[in-house]
Nanobody
Framework: EVQLQASGGGLVEPGGSLRLSCEGS????????IAWFRQAPGKDREGLLC????????VFAEDVKDRFAISTDNAENRVYLEMRNLKPEDTALYFC?????????????????WGQGTQVTVSS
């Protein structure tokens, strides 16, 4: 059974940084694409960044690509989202999700398994 556990969210001031972590079990990162999404209150879930094996990184959201970075620790079956220069509009519930294969789509229904989400609040 695939399970994902996201952590690392919190309250941060504008301009600050956070690192989110997503620990996976029941699968190996070598065989899956793993992505970060977020959902702000009243908005649709938005794909941010995705990584899959040798494909490298796929950017789903152009407006975060210069401030956010995705990385993996395959030995630990973890994926990270490094966020810097955070803005109030980055406030959202952040999710990790996986799908078999590659980062073919940023549509949430194409991802089969999801973590529970971790809240990021950017406010002074």
């Amino acid at each position: 059974e695939v399970q994902l556990q996201a952590s690392g969210g919190g309250l941060v001031e504008p301009g600050g940084s956070l690192r989110l972590s997503c620990e996976g079990s029941g699968f190996t990162l070598d065989d899956y694409a793993i992505a970060w999404f977020r959902q702000a209150p009243g908005k649709d879930r938005e794909g941010l960044l995705c990584t899959a094996g040798d494909e490298g990184i796929t950017v789903f959201a152009e407006d975060v690509k210069d401030r956010f970075a995705i990385s993996t620790d395959n030995a630990e079956n973890r994926v990270y989202l490094e966020m810097r220069n955070l803005k109030p509009e980055d406030t959202a519930l952040y999710f990790c999700a996986v799908e078999i294969g590659g980062c073919y789509s940023d549509i949430e229904t194409d991802f089969s398994d999801w973590g529970q989400g971790t809240q990021v609040t950017v406010s002074s």
